[in-house]
């Protein structure tokens, strides 16, 4: 919660929204009780008539870019706070879920989420090359991927971007932004370690359809890819296909407190531009996806709009306002990827464990020798 | 389902797949029941020994970046097909389906939904240049989106790219993979046109969200943006903003058998950067995106693997194959998208009509004068 | 809210649970925004070491004929309020949603859903006779749901029965059991008038489903029937069928303020045996049925039973207790009906309303006399 | 499937539709592939026309107690079949589903579904009586529903009352309606032995609630009561309530080829009066409920009514007719409950699975002595 909240920095949004968390329901002393879990954030620093110039003017206008005029369109009444539901402000509520998931996800199965910021209007941490035409045809993303974690990523606050040469050049982008009373989009990468084999479904539910889902609700994105990506439409398909290789073995768990090893999957691939899912179902390796970030509509500069009265005019922000939202999205990112990989962790589990009740079969896998293996192995 | 099917061309599948389709339930008389519709396609061309060297290989290697491996990580079993229902071979249903809600958006709405080639390997149709780092910052392509009509797409058959020259250059490159028995993957970009405003919800049913859910469904898909896209990342907010202008007036019905123009907002926006969508919600405008596809999996080249018994070795598929799925992909894209249109447009004439039947309100928009005109003018 | 409470009377719990609701969010200016409407009630008496005589005995004891028991074998742990989510409690947030639901129909459609008290132990307020074995069949029941209102109901307050003997029988009934420091169950009525015809699913989610799913969803409930219901089941068809009679004429609106006439269908039917429901869809007829409550668990009675630690042992509850819940489950039954309905009403709002854009059908309906008339009508 | 078939006997319909079952896909070599397993029964005996007096009469007069109306208000159309979707005919899909479930259920847990008629118009096998009100208190009623077996069921064919007089009254009150050209209606009772503890949902799917809609979807089905059901009502709670008592030890598990003896819980209830749910979820117990059918709508005798002009008139059926359906309901309400368990097993599962794989918490149960062993046996 507290790598989310907005007032981090010069560089993000000045408002001091302390988002304390209150839990209403579902624990007691501090053990979940299987009813729902209930958490209230108060907005202890709401200033609605700062925006749109003293409340007249956004009374006026529908905001470009923003959902005043669509969610009008769409209920047929409009709040005070111009876009209703849509404020991003609902992103506490994901990050908050997000932590029970995490918290679940990294106890029982070791899973790792980690998001940081990649790209920030032009600058890429990863920029496409005739070499690499893509984040995963690139070494030295692989090796970021495998090893960046959250504390690492923290280390370059409030950028996110775990690179000091990149990192820096995105501050300054950002910083020019905000003196010019502008804004400015860019690009979070995501990666999901150690998530167990088997997830998502084979057809409508694919695991990258849910993440899309999952990523494109999101206030203010505009894309998203997942292992190659876009860039991997350009590679031919004896460059970008998959091969598999024998996994490594699982090193033994650790004793400190950390989650023992879990059985993982006997292969994996060789190139990963798969992302760690194939045929919508995951295989155990990486999972890695972008989402694009849209400039953050509002702005410090004054805007030639039509009215609700659709008559011209201009519309007056002289509100605070967020230059750069990538920092702060990067705990969105991962609350949402964590929320995604528990709700099919959950379905998986009740197959697995629906199936591990039966006979064994004897003719479920083609190479006989392995058979019995790997039978055992897949529950 | 007819520009669906394989072996429309040298450049696509030689499987001679039917592709028929027998209405089992739903209608009498060709009138729907409002019972559900059931529709079968049988595979009169099947052939599964023609992959992996006649059966054998297919037994021993899990194919290289198809779902063979996962789909027995995740359900224990295996099917003689390899990846049992995440063949490719499932969209037929969604072009079935598709083609009941589209007859329904257009005759109901005036809904236009149009798919066509945008990319294949490195030719695209509107490469990011300096000027137009985005499709929509381009006017050439604001304007083909805003005209191109399907029959206009079939005219470049068989690759579908609505633009002689690089339909060309699209066509050898697609040809020259072919030759090497190698594949190539490529982009499909989808308009959808005089979509009612309102749709989609704002929170984590965004339209974008639901829309991406929906392509990343497709089998082969790596990407998915929205308007500006991930290009827009790239831009200012103060040039990305979308500001509003009057909507122009809509013409008025024409009699020959065409849906009535249907009442339309009254504002639209000047830029559409936002692809038609605004906070979740749709605004009226055109409606467009882009969906990544990769190279296909299948390709006439021996591969380096490692087989179901953990040991390497060579995997040579000497069956048929589709060096590019870009064209038969269009309609597939086409389809879901009609799928998503008409499930947030049966939510939202859900409220719509709940909200008909209420006493008008008199303090639900923010302009007195405007008020009734668009308490009225919303219904 | 106010009707459901506990502390009505000496017949109900003395708890003085006052129940205020705080509205959260999704209202502004006594409008709803479209946002979700969160509604707040504090506990503002809970005692629960009352319970099982000072938290003791409560620890050792899974309370018998209460969800202590099944809680811990569900969820693995074991809340200090014994049965975790399943208290009774949780229906306020019903009752509160319902009155949303119930506002809407009444302004909206004009529907009215009465519940009543009309059994208390074997005291019954139509007993199955060989005249009338089931309620529908005796005209006196119809004529009471046709006409019954709230306030009627609440003349008869604590019991709300509407008929003075029975009222009275049922009132020395309760009081004997609380003197006795036992409990009684009893049987809840309700009616739905001018419920819209169409609402319901064919197949799995017949309205009779969906209702009955709603009401066996309430706390202590062990029965259900709808219409002629079990005693339905002893009557020969031909007499139990339900011909059809032409409806009679719709009444003008009226003019203060109350909901204007809705289109109501041609046909009504004679018996109403169906119970305003026909192969799981409404026919705009009155919808009635009957809900069986137990006799509330918690007595003021040692029992005998056994501990979590599986020794026998006896369970003394000297907390407060309520000897009959049957008239505060009225407004809950009604709350759960209103739910029902309003779902039921938005599916089916969606159907007509997507259906009032098409052209007319010529062949939709089998008399070709009355078809144009029909088809316009029922949309 | 062949014990719901028509055609069983004189006393059931003459209809012979053979309803054989073409797996469609999701099996291969006779296991399933996780894909859908699509089921086709082909209508080998279909004669609308024999309906309503030559096909005239049904399409002049929606037939009483039937969905012709009903669907026809909803949908706007009528098909030739009259109630379209709404046909008894769909039930053979439940019952071919409700075989999967069955068959997992039996042999993963030991689960043993088993319905029998328990009434046929006012012929009871349990009928109330002053020192029962209710089956749960009749010790002949436990004792039958704690043996009985679909055989024993089975050999009371074609009644399925499984008491050699009561049967035998029954097959004579079916006769005289048959002779008589009318209907009557019934009662199927269903038990549920070896139910794991803790399945169903703490408020809205309480295991209760979606048995009752499962029942309640079932065509001709007016009621629904589970455990001590509506008699229930006039009990007091001192004799109500369903204490705890010490589970019997779990036999061990048989060689041939039976379902090894799962965990059982260690505490069970001594009246079973809650019918095996307690507070929405399973504690272990049997699960028994009653459904009540209403006598078939269609009767060999001619029905004054009204048709679809509003002109009075009578409907003569000349068709086939089954006088009572009670013995063909048998194996579609045993279906529905394997269905519904199904569902709430696989819910748990996911839930259990999931807990497993935490570390386990001190603080989860009262006693603590018996800590360690709960915690461990409730996984």
Redesign the interface.
């Known amino acids: 919660m507290t790598r989310r909240r907005p007032g981090q920095s010069a560089l993000t949004t000045p408002r001091n929204e302390k988002d304390r968390v209150e839990i209403?329901s579902g624990t007691?002393?501090g053990?979940?009780?299987?009813?729902?879990i209930a958490l209230?954030v108060l907005n202890e620093d709401h200033r609605p008539k700062d925006y749109g110039g003293g409340g007249k003017n956004?009374?006026?206008?529908?905001r470009?870019?923003?959902?005043d005029?669509?969610?009008?369109?769409?209920?047929?009444?409009?709040?005070?706070s111009g876009?209703?539901?849509?404020s991003a402000r609902?992103t506490i509520g994901r990050v908050a879920a997000g932590a029970i998931a995490e918290k679940?996800l990294k106890?029982?199965?070791g899973v790792e989420i980690v998001a940081f910021t990649s790209?920030v209007?032009?600058e890429h941490l990863f920029p496409a090359t005739k070499t690499h035409p893509t984040q995963s045809a690139n070494p030295a993303f692989l090796e970021l991927i495998d090893k960046v974690t959250r504390e690492r990523v923290d280390e370059f606050l409030p950028v996110r971007c775990p690179d000091e040469t990149v990192c820096k050049s995105m501050a300054e982008l950002i910083a020019e932004?905000r003196d010019?009373a502008?804004?400015?989009?860019?690009?979070v990468t995501c990666v999901i370690r150690n998530c167990p084999?088997?997830?998502?479904e084979?057809?409508?539910?694919?695991l990258?359809?849910?993440?899309?889902?999952?990523?494109?609700?999101i206030?203010a994105?505009?894309?998203?890819?997942?292992?190659?990506?876009?860039g991997?439409?350009?590679?031919?398909?004896?460059i970008?296909?998959?091969?598999?290789?024998?996994a490594p073995a699982v090193p033994p768990a650790e004793a400190n407190g950390v989650a023992p090893a879990r059985a993982r999957?006997?292969?994996t691939?060789k190139t990963n531009?798969?992302?760690g899912?194939?045929?919508?179902?995951?295989?155990?390796a990486h999972i890695y996806f972008?989402v694009?970030?849209?400039?953050?509509?509002t702005?410090g500069?004054a805007?030639?709009?039509?009215?609700?009265?659709?008559e011209?005019g201009v519309l007056e922000a002289k509100g605070r306002h967020d230059p750069c939202v990538i920092p702060r999205a990067v705990p969105i990112v991962e609350a949402m990827a964590a929320l995604v990989v528990m709700d099919a962790?959950?379905?998986?589990?009740?197959?697995?464990?629906?199936?591990s009740?039966?006979?064994v079969?004897e003719?479920?896998?083609?190479?006989a020798?392995?058979e019995t293996k790997?039978?055992n192995g897949?529950?």
Chains 1, 2, 3, 4 share one sequence.
């Open positions: 209403q007691e002393d053990i979940t009780l299987g009813s729902p209230r956004i009374d006026a206008f529908p470009p870019s923003h959902a005029w669509t969610y009008l369109e769409k209920y047929g009444v409009k709040s005070s876009g209703g539901r849509s609902e679940y106890v029982a199965h790209g209007g032009p932004y010019k502008d804004s400015i989009g860019g690009v084999s088997g997830l998502g084979p057809c409508f539910d694919k990258e359809a849910t993440l899309a889902h999952a990523m494109m609700s206030p994105t505009k894309g998203f890819e997942i292992g190659s990506g876009f991997g439409c350009e590679m031919p398909g004896s970008h296909n998959d091969p598999f290789v024998k999957p006997r292969l691939t531009n798969s992302g899912v194939q045929g919508g179902i995951t295989n155990g972008n694009a970030f849209k400039p953050p509509a702005i500069q805007q030639q709009t039509v009215g609700y009265d659709e011209a962790l959950l379905a998986q589990s009740a197959r697995q464990s629906a199936r009740l039966l006979p079969l003719r479920t896998v083609p190479v020798e392995s790997l039978s897949s529950r």
